[in-house]
């Protein structure tokens, strides 16, 4: 009996034993678990002596025992996302397009969203001088319709010279036919305004001044000569002004395009005729930020007035072109008629503008 008990007994040793190696060993591998932990859960905050440290929510803002780092995927303290989309980009704002044109000075403001306009501008054209005077012959003791009559001895087709027709002069009362006093000179032909095209940068809502420049007054014509006198020389035609556009606040000139200058008179008739006007001279173009510019036509040797160039629009026959001079007036063919009195010239053109965007 005692022998089974003592038996019962040392199993039950043996048993505890073993129940007790396995407690210190789960003990021993809780601890392992802990000290391998402890410093991964506190990777954000104080690194670990090698004991194991109980974590606290406040230390990663995770609960304990997650093994990763408290690193929330954003920049430490701002607790928003910083990768959001950007805003999208606004619409252009659509200006619709508009084309102004301008013969009287006025005012452009430029619409709303425009910040720059093409401009096409004109000068005035100069105006055309007037012609010159006939000349007249001298009076003499001859009888116009004496012995030499115009159909007498002395035909163009007789023994005389042509000159003279015979031999002698109506004046004179010869054989022969009279011969006519010169004539006036023609008046010369205004310049054309000048011209410039450019892109210029305006602001919105602002306002312009467009001076239109304007022609040129034409020349008037001189008088016939009588008695023998010669006759008066035409006047000039005066110069065409300049086309501007300025910036009403500082007022700032942008562009300009200045007149053509105006034909001269033409000369008075005497034993010769008179001697033509002196064309005028085109005017220029210049613009702020360059461009294209162009000069006006000079006026002409035959009294025509100087042209303009060409645009994107058709302007008005006669726009910021030269006047053209007037003709001369016939001289006296006989001693007692006075000598024709010279044309006036043409005034020139009205200068032009031409806005658009």
């Known amino acids: 009996m005692n022998l089974n008990h003592q038996k019962v007994t040392a199993g039950r040793s043996r048993v505890r034993s073993r129940v007790l190696f396995a407690s210190v060993a789960a003990a021993a591998a809780l601890t392992g678990q802990l000290m391998a932990v402890a410093p991964a859960a506190s990777a954000d905050g104080p690194q670990s002596s ?155 809502l602002a306002t312009y001044g467009v001076d239109i420049g304007e022609r040129g007054g034409n020349g008037l014509g001189g008088a016939g000569g009588s008695g023998g006198a010669p006759g008066v020389d035409g006047t000039a035609g005066t110069a065409g002004t300049t086309t501007t556009l300025t910036k009403s606040s500082t007022n700032r000139v942008l562009l300009t395009a200045t007149g053509g200058t105006g034909g001269g008179g033409g000369g008075g008739g005497n034993a010769v005729n008179g001697a033509p006007g002196t064309p ?45 001079g007037g003709a001369g007036g016939p001289g006296s063919r006989y001693p007692s008629a006075p000598g024709a009195p010279g044309a006036p010239g043409k005034p020139g053109g009205d200068g032009y503008v031409v806005i658009y965007w």
């Open 280 to 324: 005028g001279v085109g005017g220029n173009g210049s613009c702020s930020t360059g461009g294209v510019n162009r000069s006006g036509g000079n006026g002409n040797p035959d009294g025509s007035g100087g042209a303009n160039p060409d645009g994107i629009v058709g302007l008005v026959a006669g726009t910021a072109a030269g006047g053209n």
């Open 50 to 204: 090698g004991t194991a440290v109980k974590q606290r929510p406040s230390d990663t803002g995770r609960p304990s025992g997650t093994g990763r780092p408290a690193d929330t995927g954003r920049p430490s303290g701002t607790g928003k996302d910083t990768h959001a989309s950007p805003a999208p980009t606004p619409a252009p704002v659509q200006v619709p397009h508009g084309l102004l044109q301008f013969n009287a000075d006025n005012t452009f403001v430029p619409p709303a969203g425009v910040t720059q306009v093409f401009v096409q501008a004109w000068g005035a054209g100069g105006g055309g001088g007037g012609g010159g005077g006939g000349g007249s012959l001298p009076r003499t003791n001859g009888n116009p319709n004496g012995n030499g009559n115009p159909n007498g001895n002395g035909n163009p087709n007789g023994n005389g010279n042509t000159n003279a027709n015979g031999t002698g002069n109506q004046a004179a009362g010869g054989n022969g036919v009279a011969q006519r006093a010169g004539s006036g000179g023609t008046g010369g032909g205004g310049g054309g305004g000048g011209f410039t095209w450019c892109l210029i940068k305006v602001t919105p």
